[in-house]
């Protein structure tokens, strides 16, 4: 009896959650992390293993397959040549979910799900997007000197301008 | 129609209710930062799971 292994639905119909499913597998593939809901990450996990298992075949036909499911060429071109390789090695549980917390507002579980052995290239993202922000606040902060410097000589009340 | 026989008691509500009260969360303890957490989620206070920084907590506020 197969009774109870239906999969999740998620309260969608068919082609919407055909479309979400594989827009969150072709995020993942790209980012190597995604923030979502629990039931979320337990729907695409299956395929995205399914598509690393693609990748790991690694001929035309596989290619092709792929290319029917990811969105993007550039998931494709990800899959085969830095992720297929990656997992080379283990047979299936590419994955790991990780319970966050609650989303206000609805209160659903939050998780996020990412490759195995992404630890290195989340930690580069992560300083490459500090590294733009602080760029972008000294920038902010060098434009509301400039913006106030001849404002303070011509008037009195140069804070009043951003 | 069928109507009540009897008035209801704000007692009789209340021991109807007695049982209905919620339950505390059992918290564990952060290995990382000694809070007090939910059992099997990254820690909302340090952004540790299982000995690993999972979520950079400050970049997230």
Known sequence: MRHKVAGWKLGRTTSHRRSLLRNLVTSLILEERVETTVPKAKAMRPQVEKMITLGKRGDLAARRQAHAYLMTSAAVDKLFDTIGPRFGDRNGGYLRIVRTGWQKGDGADKAFIELLGSEKVLDEKRQKRAETRAKRTAEAKKAMEEAEAPQAGAEEGGEEKK | ?61
């Open chain 2, 1 to 61: 129609m069928p109507n009540p026989k009897r008035r209801h008691s704000k007692a009789r509500t209340g021991s109807r209710r007695a049982h209905d009260s919620l339950k505390h969360h059992s918290l564990s303890e952060c290995p990382n930062c000694h809070e007090r957490k939910m059992p099997h989620r990254a820690c909302p206070k340090c952004g540790y799971y299982k000995g690993r920084e999972v979520l950079n907590v400050e970049e997230a506020s």
